[in-house]
Protein backbone atom coordinates (compact mmCIF):
# COMPACT_ATOMS: atom_id res chain seq x y z
CA UNK A 1 0.00 0.00 0.00
CA UNK A 2 1.46 3.08 -0.94
CA UNK A 3 0.95 6.34 0.59
CA UNK A 4 0.21 9.94 -0.97
CA UNK A 5 3.21 11.56 -2.93
CA UNK A 6 4.92 13.52 -1.04
CA UNK A 7 4.91 17.36 -3.01
CA UNK A 8 7.16 20.02 -2.98
CA UNK A 9 6.57 23.06 -1.15
CA UNK A 10 4.88 25.96 -3.18
CA UNK A 11 8.49 28.13 -3.56
CA UNK A 12 10.32 25.08 -4.40
CA UNK A 13 8.07 24.52 -7.21
CA UNK A 14 7.68 27.63 -8.19
CA UNK A 15 11.47 28.41 -8.46
CA UNK A 16 11.70 25.13 -10.56
CA UNK A 17 9.03 26.56 -13.01
CA UNK A 18 10.88 29.96 -13.18
CA UNK A 19 14.29 27.75 -13.40
CA UNK A 20 12.50 26.08 -16.60
CA UNK A 21 10.91 28.97 -17.66
CA UNK A 22 14.58 30.11 -18.05
CA UNK A 23 14.80 27.94 -20.77
CA UNK A 24 12.19 27.64 -22.42
CA UNK A 25 8.65 29.33 -22.58
CA UNK A 26 8.45 33.43 -21.89
CA UNK A 27 10.71 34.53 -19.73
CA UNK A 28 11.70 38.25 -18.18
CA UNK A 29 14.41 40.33 -19.51
CA UNK A 30 16.75 43.07 -17.98
CA UNK A 31 14.61 45.50 -18.81
CA UNK A 32 11.61 44.48 -16.91
CA UNK A 33 13.68 44.27 -13.66
CA UNK A 34 15.16 47.43 -15.00
CA UNK A 35 11.45 48.86 -15.21
CA UNK A 36 9.99 47.28 -11.59
CA UNK A 37 13.32 47.99 -9.34
CA UNK A 38 14.16 51.87 -11.12
CA UNK A 39 10.13 52.53 -11.20
CA UNK A 40 9.44 51.15 -7.97
CA UNK A 41 12.79 52.67 -5.90
CA UNK A 42 12.31 56.09 -7.64
CA UNK A 43 8.47 56.48 -6.69
CA UNK A 44 9.07 55.01 -2.96
CA UNK A 45 12.28 57.26 -2.53
CA UNK A 46 10.06 60.30 -3.94
CA UNK A 47 7.46 59.35 -1.67
CA UNK A 48 9.94 58.94 1.35
CA UNK A 49 12.22 62.17 0.66
CA UNK A 50 9.13 64.18 -0.44
CA UNK A 51 10.40 64.96 -4.05
CA UNK A 52 7.50 64.69 -6.63
CA UNK A 53 10.40 64.75 -9.87
CA UNK A 54 11.26 60.90 -8.47
CA UNK A 55 7.80 60.23 -8.52
CA UNK A 56 6.92 61.45 -11.97
CA UNK A 57 10.74 59.77 -13.44
CA UNK A 58 9.82 56.24 -11.87
CA UNK A 59 6.19 56.68 -13.19
CA UNK A 60 6.57 55.59 -16.54
CA UNK A 61 9.30 53.47 -16.26
CA UNK A 62 6.62 51.42 -13.68
CA UNK A 63 3.70 51.32 -16.22
CA UNK A 64 5.95 50.16 -19.12
CA UNK A 65 6.82 47.47 -17.13
CA UNK A 66 3.35 46.56 -15.84
CA UNK A 67 1.94 46.32 -19.39
CA UNK A 68 4.88 44.38 -20.33
CA UNK A 69 3.90 41.26 -18.55
CA UNK A 70 0.86 40.27 -20.78
CA UNK A 71 2.60 38.18 -23.19
CA UNK A 72 1.80 34.49 -23.14
CA UNK A 73 0.76 31.64 -25.53
CA UNK A 74 3.15 29.77 -27.00
CA UNK A 75 4.55 31.67 -30.54
CA UNK A 76 4.83 29.04 -33.93
CA UNK A 77 6.44 29.48 -36.70
CA UNK A 78 5.83 27.71 -40.32
CA UNK A 79 7.44 28.20 -43.41
CA UNK A 80 6.16 26.83 -46.52
CA UNK A 81 7.32 24.00 -48.66
CA UNK A 82 10.67 24.27 -50.22
CA UNK A 83 12.27 22.45 -53.36
CA UNK A 84 15.09 20.50 -52.45
CA UNK A 85 17.08 21.11 -55.62
CA UNK A 86 17.23 24.08 -57.42
CA UNK A 87 18.36 26.00 -60.91
CA UNK A 88 21.73 28.20 -60.15
CA UNK A 89 20.20 31.67 -61.62
CA UNK A 90 16.66 31.34 -60.57
CA UNK A 91 14.91 32.24 -57.53
CA UNK A 92 11.67 31.67 -55.69
CA UNK A 93 9.30 33.39 -53.25
CA UNK A 94 9.53 31.84 -49.74
CA UNK A 95 6.54 32.76 -47.21
CA UNK A 96 7.05 32.02 -43.14
CA UNK A 97 4.01 32.38 -41.57
CA UNK A 98 4.02 33.16 -37.08
CA UNK A 99 1.78 33.05 -34.59
CA UNK A 100 3.44 35.22 -31.94
CA UNK A 101 0.92 34.28 -28.99
CA UNK A 102 -1.23 37.01 -27.24
CA UNK A 103 0.09 40.20 -25.99
CA UNK A 104 3.54 39.62 -28.62
CA UNK A 105 4.84 43.18 -29.85
CA UNK A 106 8.09 42.19 -31.53
CA UNK A 107 9.69 39.34 -33.99
CA UNK A 108 13.51 39.23 -34.46
CA UNK A 109 13.18 36.38 -37.21
CA UNK A 110 15.95 35.67 -38.98
CA UNK A 111 15.66 35.52 -42.81
CA UNK A 112 17.42 35.44 -45.96
CA UNK A 113 16.84 38.46 -48.73
CA UNK A 114 17.76 38.39 -52.49
CA UNK A 115 21.37 39.23 -52.68
CA UNK A 116 22.46 37.77 -49.43
CA UNK A 117 24.77 35.00 -48.46
CA UNK A 118 24.00 32.39 -46.19
CA UNK A 119 20.68 31.92 -44.01
CA UNK A 120 20.12 35.65 -43.54
CA UNK A 121 20.65 38.46 -41.17
CA UNK A 122 17.72 38.79 -38.04
CA UNK A 123 15.13 41.37 -38.82
CA UNK A 124 13.06 42.92 -36.24
CA UNK A 125 9.59 42.64 -37.40
CA UNK A 126 6.10 43.59 -35.78
CA UNK A 127 4.24 41.13 -34.39
CA UNK A 128 1.26 42.09 -36.13
CA UNK A 129 2.88 40.94 -39.35
CA UNK A 130 1.73 36.91 -39.40
CA UNK A 131 2.93 36.54 -42.97
CA UNK A 132 6.11 37.24 -44.04
CA UNK A 133 7.16 37.15 -47.55
CA UNK A 134 10.40 37.65 -49.59
CA UNK A 135 12.44 36.59 -52.31
CA UNK A 136 14.97 34.38 -52.43
CA UNK A 137 17.47 34.06 -55.31
CA UNK A 138 20.36 31.49 -56.06
CA UNK A 139 23.26 33.11 -57.98
CA UNK A 140 25.54 30.59 -56.58
CA UNK A 141 26.01 26.73 -56.96
CA UNK A 142 26.73 24.14 -54.13
CA UNK A 143 25.18 22.76 -51.01
CA UNK A 144 24.43 24.56 -48.01
CA UNK A 145 21.91 25.72 -45.63
CA UNK A 146 20.00 28.06 -46.88
CA UNK A 147 17.37 29.18 -44.22
CA UNK A 148 17.20 28.75 -40.82
CA UNK A 149 14.67 31.08 -39.32
CA UNK A 150 15.93 31.51 -35.76
CA UNK A 151 13.27 33.72 -34.15
CA UNK A 152 12.63 35.95 -30.36
CA UNK A 153 9.00 36.87 -30.09
CA UNK A 154 9.14 39.96 -27.46
CA UNK A 155 6.19 41.11 -25.39
CA UNK A 156 5.21 45.30 -25.03
CA UNK A 157 8.71 46.96 -25.17
CA UNK A 158 10.71 43.94 -24.69
CA UNK A 159 10.16 43.19 -21.15
CA UNK A 160 9.51 39.43 -21.94
CA UNK A 161 10.40 37.45 -24.56
CA UNK A 162 10.30 34.45 -25.80
CA UNK A 163 13.47 32.42 -26.99
CA UNK A 164 15.59 32.50 -28.77
CA UNK A 165 14.73 29.38 -30.69
CA UNK A 166 16.86 27.97 -33.62
CA UNK A 167 14.38 27.43 -36.33
CA UNK A 168 15.10 24.16 -38.18
CA UNK A 169 17.68 24.19 -41.01
CA UNK A 170 16.31 24.02 -44.49
CA UNK A 171 19.14 22.52 -47.35
CA UNK A 172 19.36 23.28 -50.28
CA UNK A 173 21.27 22.20 -53.44
CA UNK A 174 21.75 24.81 -56.33
CA UNK A 175 22.53 22.95 -59.43
CA UNK A 176 25.28 24.62 -61.72
CA UNK A 177 23.53 26.33 -65.15
CA UNK A 178 23.45 24.83 -68.01
CA UNK A 179 25.31 26.94 -70.93
CA UNK A 180 25.55 25.36 -74.18
CA UNK A 181 28.86 25.82 -75.77
CA UNK A 182 29.65 25.76 -79.24
CA UNK A 183 30.37 21.78 -80.00
CA UNK A 184 32.70 20.01 -82.68
CA UNK A 185 32.97 16.43 -84.21
CA UNK A 186 34.20 14.49 -81.52
CA UNK A 187 36.53 11.27 -83.19
CA UNK A 188 33.99 8.25 -83.25
CA UNK A 189 34.56 5.03 -80.77
CA UNK A 190 36.16 2.11 -82.89
CA UNK A 191 33.65 0.16 -81.35
CA UNK A 192 29.89 -0.04 -81.42
CA UNK A 193 27.35 0.28 -84.36
CA UNK A 194 24.74 2.67 -83.36
CA UNK A 195 25.73 6.63 -82.72
CA UNK A 196 25.39 9.80 -84.50
CA UNK A 197 28.88 9.73 -85.66
CA UNK A 198 30.48 8.45 -89.37
CA UNK A 199 32.89 5.86 -88.65
CA UNK A 200 35.91 5.30 -90.83
CA UNK A 201 34.62 1.85 -90.98
CA UNK A 202 32.13 0.13 -93.48
CA UNK A 203 28.57 -0.59 -92.42
CA UNK A 204 25.24 0.13 -92.09
CA UNK A 205 25.08 3.92 -92.15
CA UNK A 206 23.69 6.49 -94.69
CA UNK A 207 26.37 7.96 -95.60
CA UNK A 208 28.24 6.76 -98.57
CA UNK A 209 31.48 5.22 -98.91
CA UNK A 210 32.06 3.53 -102.27
CA UNK A 211 31.28 1.00 -104.59
CA UNK A 212 32.84 -1.86 -104.71
CA UNK A 213 32.55 -5.51 -106.70
CA UNK A 214 30.10 -7.97 -105.44
CA UNK A 215 31.54 -10.01 -102.47
CA UNK A 216 29.91 -13.30 -101.27
CA UNK A 217 27.89 -12.00 -98.04
CA UNK A 218 26.50 -8.72 -99.21
CA UNK A 219 22.98 -8.10 -99.19
CA UNK A 220 21.08 -8.10 -102.63
CA UNK A 221 19.60 -4.50 -102.07
CA UNK A 222 23.05 -3.19 -101.44
CA UNK A 223 23.41 -3.41 -105.23
CA UNK A 224 23.85 -0.60 -107.53
CA UNK A 225 21.94 -1.67 -110.85
CA UNK A 226 23.16 1.69 -112.43
CA UNK A 227 26.87 1.36 -112.58
CA UNK A 228 26.58 -2.29 -112.68
CA UNK A 229 24.49 -2.56 -115.73
CA UNK A 230 27.17 -0.12 -116.97
CA UNK A 231 29.89 -2.52 -116.29
CA UNK A 232 27.97 -5.53 -117.63
CA UNK A 233 27.43 -3.23 -121.23
CA UNK A 234 31.35 -2.17 -121.00
CA UNK A 235 31.57 -6.16 -120.62
CA UNK A 236 29.74 -7.47 -123.59
CA UNK A 237 26.51 -6.68 -122.23
CA UNK A 238 25.64 -9.78 -119.77
CA UNK A 239 26.09 -9.39 -116.17
CA UNK A 240 28.64 -12.07 -115.56
CA UNK A 241 30.81 -12.22 -112.45
CA UNK A 242 32.60 -9.40 -111.93
CA UNK A 243 30.61 -7.03 -113.61
CA UNK A 244 27.38 -6.87 -110.28
CA UNK A 245 28.26 -3.91 -107.82
CA UNK A 246 27.23 -2.98 -104.54
CA UNK A 247 27.15 0.30 -102.55
CA UNK A 248 29.40 0.44 -99.21
CA UNK A 249 28.13 2.90 -96.73
CA UNK A 250 30.17 4.01 -93.73
CA UNK A 251 29.01 2.48 -90.43
CA UNK A 252 27.90 4.90 -87.60
CA UNK A 253 29.27 4.97 -84.33
CA UNK A 254 29.15 7.20 -80.92
CA UNK A 255 31.68 9.00 -79.46
CA UNK A 256 32.44 9.34 -76.04
CA UNK A 257 33.58 12.53 -74.02
CA UNK A 258 35.02 12.42 -70.70
CA UNK A 259 35.29 15.34 -68.69
CA UNK A 260 38.67 15.21 -66.03
CA UNK A 261 37.95 17.55 -63.42
CA UNK A 262 41.07 18.43 -61.29
CA UNK A 263 39.16 19.43 -57.92
CA UNK A 264 42.51 19.94 -55.87
CA UNK A 265 42.80 23.43 -55.83
CA UNK A 266 40.15 26.34 -56.14
CA UNK A 267 42.00 29.67 -56.99
CA UNK A 268 40.98 33.41 -58.25
CA UNK A 269 42.47 36.14 -59.92
CA UNK A 270 43.85 37.43 -57.04
CA UNK A 271 47.09 35.84 -55.74
CA UNK A 272 47.07 37.46 -52.30
CA UNK A 273 43.69 35.00 -51.72
CA UNK A 274 45.14 31.75 -52.51
CA UNK A 275 46.19 30.68 -49.32
CA UNK A 276 42.80 31.58 -47.45
CA UNK A 277 39.79 29.59 -47.57
CA UNK A 278 36.93 30.29 -49.65
CA UNK A 279 33.86 31.79 -47.79
CA UNK A 280 30.87 30.15 -49.80
CA UNK A 281 30.89 26.51 -51.35
CA UNK A 282 33.30 27.61 -54.02
CA UNK A 283 35.21 31.14 -55.32
CA UNK A 284 32.97 32.90 -57.61
CA UNK A 285 34.60 33.54 -60.75
CA UNK A 286 37.96 31.28 -59.05
CA UNK A 287 38.47 27.91 -61.28
CA UNK A 288 36.86 25.32 -59.37
CA UNK A 289 33.84 27.57 -60.25
CA UNK A 290 34.66 28.23 -63.92
CA UNK A 291 35.68 24.22 -63.89
CA UNK A 292 32.32 23.07 -62.71
CA UNK A 293 30.36 25.52 -65.47
CA UNK A 294 32.69 24.58 -68.21
CA UNK A 295 31.59 20.37 -67.40
CA UNK A 296 28.33 21.50 -67.16
CA UNK A 297 28.11 23.48 -70.38
CA UNK A 298 30.28 20.52 -72.51
CA UNK A 299 28.21 17.56 -70.85
CA UNK A 300 25.36 19.37 -71.66
CA UNK A 301 26.26 20.54 -75.42
CA UNK A 302 27.48 17.06 -76.34
CA UNK A 303 24.67 15.00 -74.52
CA UNK A 304 22.23 17.34 -76.70
CA UNK A 305 24.02 16.16 -80.26
CA UNK A 306 23.50 12.33 -78.69
CA UNK A 307 27.02 11.84 -77.99
CA UNK A 308 28.21 9.45 -74.75
CA UNK A 309 29.47 12.42 -71.76
CA UNK A 310 31.07 11.28 -68.44
CA UNK A 311 32.60 12.54 -65.79
CA UNK A 312 36.03 12.01 -63.73
CA UNK A 313 36.97 13.56 -60.58
CA UNK A 314 40.91 13.69 -60.41
CA UNK A 315 40.53 15.03 -56.96
CA UNK A 316 38.63 12.42 -55.50
CA UNK A 317 38.63 9.38 -57.61
CA UNK A 318 35.56 7.67 -55.93
CA UNK A 319 33.64 10.32 -57.49
CA UNK A 320 32.52 10.22 -60.97
CA UNK A 321 29.36 9.33 -63.42
CA UNK A 322 30.13 6.62 -65.66
CA UNK A 323 29.86 8.00 -69.36
CA UNK A 324 26.21 7.57 -70.50
CA UNK A 325 23.77 9.77 -72.99
CA UNK A 326 20.44 11.76 -72.47
CA UNK A 327 18.84 13.86 -70.38
CA UNK A 328 19.43 11.79 -67.30
CA UNK A 329 22.87 11.84 -67.74
CA UNK A 330 23.43 15.40 -67.70
CA UNK A 331 21.40 15.72 -64.26
CA UNK A 332 24.16 13.08 -63.06
CA UNK A 333 26.45 14.76 -64.23
CA UNK A 334 25.94 18.20 -62.47
CA UNK A 335 24.95 16.42 -59.00
CA UNK A 336 28.03 15.22 -59.00
CA UNK A 337 29.61 17.94 -59.88
CA UNK A 338 28.34 19.59 -56.90
CA UNK A 339 29.31 16.66 -54.79
CA UNK A 340 32.98 17.26 -56.37
CA UNK A 341 32.83 20.87 -55.49
CA UNK A 342 31.95 19.52 -52.20
CA UNK A 343 34.68 17.34 -51.52
CA UNK A 344 37.45 19.75 -53.00
CA UNK A 345 41.06 18.87 -52.07
CA UNK A 346 40.44 15.51 -51.24
CA UNK A 347 44.22 14.40 -52.55
CA UNK A 348 47.39 16.60 -53.37
CA UNK A 349 48.15 14.06 -56.63
CA UNK A 350 45.91 13.85 -59.69
CA UNK A 351 44.64 10.39 -60.20
CA UNK A 352 43.26 9.06 -63.88
CA UNK A 353 43.29 5.18 -63.78
CA UNK A 354 43.44 3.91 -66.87
CA UNK A 355 39.84 2.12 -66.07
CA UNK A 356 38.41 5.17 -65.90
CA UNK A 357 38.85 6.25 -69.30
CA UNK A 358 36.85 4.27 -72.09
CA UNK A 359 38.84 3.36 -75.03
CA UNK A 360 38.26 5.71 -78.23
CA UNK A 361 37.09 8.34 -75.72
CA UNK A 362 38.54 12.03 -76.16
CA UNK A 363 39.51 13.28 -72.45
CA UNK A 364 39.16 16.65 -71.83
CA UNK A 365 41.53 17.64 -69.07
CA UNK A 366 39.83 20.64 -67.00
CA UNK A 367 42.74 22.06 -64.68
CA UNK A 368 44.70 25.22 -63.43
CA UNK A 369 48.17 23.24 -64.44
CA UNK A 370 49.98 24.69 -61.46
CA UNK A 371 52.00 21.21 -61.00
CA UNK A 372 54.03 19.16 -62.34
CA UNK A 373 51.38 16.01 -61.85
CA UNK A 374 48.86 16.66 -64.05
CA UNK A 375 51.07 17.58 -67.02
CA UNK A 376 52.21 13.75 -66.03
CA UNK A 377 48.85 12.70 -65.85
CA UNK A 378 48.02 14.29 -69.46
CA UNK A 379 50.33 12.84 -70.59
CA UNK A 380 50.34 9.12 -69.78
CA UNK A 381 46.72 9.50 -70.98
CA UNK A 382 48.01 10.15 -74.30
CA UNK A 383 49.86 7.49 -74.41
CA UNK A 384 47.64 5.47 -73.63
CA UNK A 385 45.63 5.91 -76.71
CA UNK A 386 43.20 8.56 -75.79
CA UNK A 387 43.17 11.73 -77.63
CA UNK A 388 43.28 14.53 -75.05
CA UNK A 389 42.52 18.35 -74.77
CA UNK A 390 43.70 20.39 -72.03
CA UNK A 391 41.70 23.65 -70.71
CA UNK A 392 43.45 25.84 -68.60
CA UNK A 393 41.21 27.09 -65.75
CA UNK A 394 43.58 30.13 -64.23
CA UNK A 395 41.37 33.07 -64.10
CA UNK A 396 42.69 35.78 -66.62
CA UNK A 397 44.44 38.30 -65.57
CA UNK A 398 46.18 36.97 -62.41
CA UNK A 399 46.86 39.82 -60.12
CA UNK A 400 49.67 40.10 -57.78
CA UNK A 401 49.89 40.13 -53.92
CA UNK A 402 49.23 43.71 -52.86
CA UNK A 403 51.00 43.56 -49.52
CA UNK A 404 54.13 42.33 -50.30
CA UNK A 405 57.34 44.30 -52.59
CA UNK A 406 57.18 40.40 -54.04
CA UNK A 407 53.96 40.28 -55.60
CA UNK A 408 54.73 40.95 -59.02
CA UNK A 409 58.12 38.77 -58.76
CA UNK A 410 56.03 35.73 -57.59
CA UNK A 411 53.26 36.37 -60.40
CA UNK A 412 55.92 36.24 -63.34
CA UNK A 413 57.07 32.96 -62.05
CA UNK A 414 54.10 31.55 -61.27
CA UNK A 415 52.92 32.66 -65.62
CA UNK A 416 56.05 31.32 -66.39
CA UNK A 417 55.97 27.78 -64.85
CA UNK A 418 52.41 27.38 -66.14
CA UNK A 419 53.48 28.05 -69.78
CA UNK A 420 56.39 25.78 -69.66
CA UNK A 421 53.70 22.98 -68.33
CA UNK A 422 51.62 23.97 -71.32
CA UNK A 423 53.93 24.32 -73.76
CA UNK A 424 55.36 20.44 -72.49
CA UNK A 425 51.18 19.44 -72.98
CA UNK A 426 51.47 20.88 -76.59
CA UNK A 427 54.95 19.03 -77.61
CA UNK A 428 53.18 15.59 -76.28
CA UNK A 429 50.42 16.08 -78.76
CA UNK A 430 48.28 17.81 -76.19
CA UNK A 431 46.14 20.88 -77.48
CA UNK A 432 45.69 23.47 -74.98
CA UNK A 433 42.65 26.29 -75.06
CA UNK A 434 42.17 28.86 -71.93
CA UNK A 435 38.13 28.28 -71.14
CA UNK A 436 37.28 31.73 -71.72
CA UNK A 437 33.31 31.43 -72.41
CA UNK A 438 34.54 28.02 -74.20
CA UNK A 439 34.12 29.31 -78.08
CA UNK A 440 37.29 28.37 -78.73
CA UNK A 441 37.29 24.95 -77.47
CA UNK A 442 35.00 23.76 -80.21
CA UNK A 443 37.77 24.55 -83.40
CA UNK A 444 39.91 22.67 -80.55
CA UNK A 445 38.09 19.77 -80.42
CA UNK A 446 37.67 19.64 -84.17
CA UNK A 447 41.67 19.30 -84.60
CA UNK A 448 41.58 17.10 -82.06
CA UNK A 449 39.51 14.72 -83.89
CA UNK A 450 41.40 14.64 -86.89
CA UNK A 451 44.56 14.66 -85.17
CA UNK A 452 46.30 11.18 -84.18
CA UNK A 453 47.80 11.97 -81.17
CA UNK A 454 50.89 10.27 -79.85
CA UNK A 455 50.25 6.55 -79.95
CA UNK A 456 51.18 4.12 -77.30
CA UNK A 457 54.67 2.67 -77.03
CA UNK B 1 0.15 43.64 -48.67
CA UNK B 2 -2.02 44.63 -45.86
CA UNK B 3 -1.25 45.14 -42.20
CA UNK B 4 -0.92 40.95 -41.53
CA UNK B 5 1.19 40.56 -44.44
CA UNK B 6 4.87 42.18 -44.66
CA UNK B 7 6.99 41.99 -47.38
CA UNK B 8 10.49 41.31 -46.62
CA UNK B 9 12.54 44.61 -47.20
CA UNK B 10 16.04 45.48 -46.17
CA UNK B 11 15.60 47.80 -43.15
CA UNK B 12 17.61 49.83 -41.61
CA UNK B 13 20.72 48.82 -39.86
CA UNK B 14 19.99 47.54 -36.17
CA UNK B 15 22.92 49.39 -35.14
CA UNK B 16 20.81 53.21 -35.98
CA UNK B 17 19.17 52.11 -31.91
CA UNK B 18 22.22 52.49 -30.65
CA UNK B 19 22.84 55.49 -32.61
CA UNK B 20 19.58 56.64 -30.89
CA UNK B 21 20.76 55.64 -27.40
CA UNK B 22 23.57 57.73 -27.65
CA UNK B 23 21.83 60.84 -28.80
CA UNK B 24 19.34 60.61 -25.82
CA UNK B 25 22.63 60.25 -23.67
CA UNK B 26 23.67 63.52 -24.96
CA UNK B 27 20.25 64.95 -24.63
CA UNK B 28 19.67 63.70 -21.23
CA UNK B 29 23.89 65.31 -20.33
CA UNK B 30 22.50 68.58 -22.17
CA UNK B 31 19.21 69.23 -20.34
CA UNK B 32 21.80 68.35 -17.20
CA UNK B 33 23.73 70.52 -17.93
CA UNK B 34 21.31 73.22 -17.81
CA UNK B 35 20.24 71.90 -14.49
CA UNK B 36 23.46 72.62 -12.59
CA UNK B 37 25.27 69.07 -12.89
CA UNK B 38 28.49 69.59 -13.72
CA UNK B 39 32.16 67.93 -12.86
CA UNK B 40 32.93 64.36 -12.20
CA UNK B 41 29.19 63.58 -11.84
CA UNK B 42 28.34 64.46 -15.77
CA UNK B 43 31.43 62.47 -16.69
CA UNK B 44 31.06 59.82 -14.58
CA UNK B 45 26.87 59.61 -16.37
CA UNK B 46 28.61 60.83 -19.30
CA UNK B 47 30.51 57.27 -19.54
CA UNK B 48 27.54 55.21 -18.22
CA UNK B 49 25.66 56.21 -21.16
CA UNK B 50 28.32 55.41 -23.49
CA UNK B 51 27.90 52.09 -22.08
CA UNK B 52 24.30 51.73 -22.51
CA UNK B 53 24.74 52.34 -26.22
CA UNK B 54 27.42 50.07 -26.34
CA UNK B 55 25.74 47.39 -24.19
CA UNK B 56 22.14 48.34 -23.78
CA UNK B 57 21.37 45.05 -22.33
CA UNK B 58 23.51 45.25 -19.44
CA UNK B 59 23.24 47.40 -16.20
CA UNK B 60 24.22 50.43 -17.96
CA UNK B 61 20.67 52.17 -17.98
CA UNK B 62 19.48 51.37 -14.82
CA UNK B 63 22.61 52.96 -12.99
CA UNK B 64 22.17 55.58 -15.84
CA UNK B 65 18.31 56.40 -14.41
CA UNK B 66 19.32 56.25 -10.98
CA UNK B 67 22.36 58.84 -11.69
CA UNK B 68 19.87 60.93 -13.87
CA UNK B 69 17.16 60.82 -10.57
CA UNK B 70 19.94 61.52 -7.85
CA UNK B 71 21.67 64.64 -10.04
CA UNK B 72 17.55 65.75 -10.25
CA UNK B 73 17.86 65.47 -6.34
CA UNK B 74 21.19 67.02 -5.68
CA UNK B 75 20.58 69.89 -7.80
CA UNK B 76 17.06 70.59 -6.14
CA UNK B 77 15.23 71.12 -9.27
CA UNK B 78 11.52 71.33 -8.68
CA UNK B 79 9.52 68.64 -10.30
CA UNK B 80 7.88 71.13 -12.89
CA UNK B 81 10.61 72.68 -14.02
CA UNK B 82 11.33 72.15 -17.56
CA UNK B 83 14.51 70.52 -17.17
CA UNK B 84 12.41 67.48 -15.36
CA UNK B 85 9.69 67.88 -17.37
CA UNK B 86 12.73 67.28 -20.24
CA UNK B 87 14.27 64.42 -18.75
CA UNK B 88 11.00 62.60 -17.96
CA UNK B 89 10.37 61.59 -22.09
CA UNK B 90 14.28 61.35 -22.51
CA UNK B 91 14.69 58.74 -19.38
CA UNK B 92 11.37 56.90 -20.61
CA UNK B 93 12.89 56.75 -23.81
CA UNK B 94 16.44 55.61 -23.18
CA UNK B 95 14.77 52.67 -21.10
CA UNK B 96 12.15 51.40 -23.89
CA UNK B 97 14.90 52.34 -26.66
CA UNK B 98 17.78 49.93 -24.01
CA UNK B 99 15.39 47.22 -24.16
CA UNK B 100 14.37 46.88 -27.93
CA UNK B 101 18.16 47.24 -28.79
CA UNK B 102 19.06 44.94 -26.21
CA UNK B 103 17.06 42.19 -28.13
CA UNK B 104 18.96 42.35 -31.30
CA UNK B 105 22.44 40.83 -32.31
CA UNK B 106 24.76 42.62 -34.28
CA UNK B 107 23.81 43.05 -37.90
CA UNK B 108 20.09 42.87 -37.22
CA UNK B 109 18.35 45.20 -39.30
CA UNK B 110 14.98 46.49 -38.07
CA UNK B 111 11.87 47.71 -39.88
CA UNK B 112 10.48 50.87 -38.92
CA UNK B 113 6.88 49.12 -38.79
CA UNK B 114 8.51 47.33 -35.94
CA UNK B 115 8.61 50.36 -33.89
CA UNK B 116 5.35 51.85 -34.42
CA UNK B 117 3.44 50.07 -31.43
CA UNK B 118 6.29 50.81 -28.96
CA UNK B 119 6.09 54.36 -30.08
CA UNK B 120 2.36 54.63 -29.66
CA UNK B 121 2.64 53.08 -25.79
CA UNK B 122 5.13 55.69 -25.60
CA UNK B 123 3.40 58.73 -26.20
CA UNK B 124 0.26 57.24 -24.15
CA UNK B 125 2.45 56.58 -20.99
CA UNK B 126 3.87 59.88 -21.37
CA UNK B 127 0.39 60.98 -21.93
CA UNK B 128 -0.53 59.46 -18.65
CA UNK B 129 2.88 61.02 -16.62
CA UNK B 130 1.96 64.64 -18.04
CA UNK B 131 -1.59 64.28 -16.59
CA UNK B 132 -0.20 63.25 -13.58
CA UNK B 133 2.21 65.92 -13.57
CA UNK B 134 -0.33 68.31 -14.11
CA UNK B 135 -2.70 67.21 -11.45
CA UNK B 136 0.58 67.16 -8.98
CA UNK B 137 0.64 70.85 -10.05
CA UNK B 138 -2.46 72.42 -8.87
CA UNK B 139 -3.01 70.10 -5.74
CA UNK B 140 -2.11 72.10 -2.78
CA UNK B 141 1.30 72.24 -2.07
CA UNK B 142 3.09 71.77 1.42
CA UNK B 143 3.62 68.45 3.61
CA UNK B 144 0.98 65.32 3.18
CA UNK B 145 -0.20 63.97 6.85
CA UNK B 146 1.44 60.68 7.64
CA UNK B 147 -1.09 58.33 7.30
CA UNK B 148 -1.41 59.32 3.64
CA UNK B 149 2.02 58.87 3.12
CA UNK B 150 1.86 55.22 4.60
CA UNK B 151 -0.87 54.46 2.61
CA UNK B 152 0.88 55.43 -0.78
CA UNK B 153 3.79 53.76 0.26
CA UNK B 154 1.60 50.51 0.76
CA UNK B 155 0.28 51.45 -2.30
CA UNK B 156 3.57 51.25 -4.24
CA UNK B 157 4.19 47.81 -2.23
CA UNK B 158 0.78 46.63 -3.58
CA UNK B 159 1.84 47.65 -7.10
CA UNK B 160 5.58 45.31 -6.66
CA UNK B 161 2.97 42.57 -5.46
CA UNK B 162 0.91 42.74 -8.27
CA UNK B 163 3.78 42.51 -10.85
CA UNK B 164 5.24 39.93 -9.21
CA UNK B 165 2.10 37.80 -9.07
CA UNK B 166 1.98 38.67 -12.85
CA UNK B 167 5.09 37.28 -13.23
CA UNK B 168 4.72 34.07 -11.89
CA UNK B 169 1.57 33.28 -12.79
CA UNK B 170 1.78 30.67 -15.70
CA UNK B 171 1.47 31.76 -19.14
Known sequence: MTGPVPRDPKAVRWILARRNQGILGWRPTDALYRGLVCGLGLIACGLVLHQPALLLLGAPLLISAALGTTANGEPTLTVGARPKTVEQGRGDRLVVTIDPGRGADLVALRLPRPGSTGVGRVHLLPASARTIRTNLRWDAWGEGVELRPDHLVSGQDGMLVFGPVVGPESRRLVLPPVTEVPVGPLPPRAAGLVGVHRSPRPGDGTEHRDIRPFQAGDRLRRVDWRVSLRAAASAGGDLVPGTLHVRERHAEADAELLLALDTRVDVGAELGEWSTEATGFARPGGSLDLGVRAATALAASYLRQGDRVGLVDMGSPRLGVRPGSGRRQLDKIRYQLVTCGRNAGWTPRPVLRAVQVPPGALVVLLSTFLDDAIVDLAVHTVRRGNRTVAVDLLPRPLLPQKDTPWGPVVLAMLEAEQRTRLQALREHGIPTVNWGDGAMLSSVLRRASRYRGVRAR | ?171
Open chain 2, 1 to 171: VNDETLELSAGIPGWTLRVWIGGLGLAILGVLVNAGVGGAALILLGVVLLLCAALPASPGPALAIVLVAMSVVATGTGPFTPEVLALLPLVHLLHVTCAIAGLLPGGARVHLAALKAPALRFVGIQAVVFALAGLMAVVPGGRSPAVLEFVAIVGVGGIAVLVLWLLMHDR
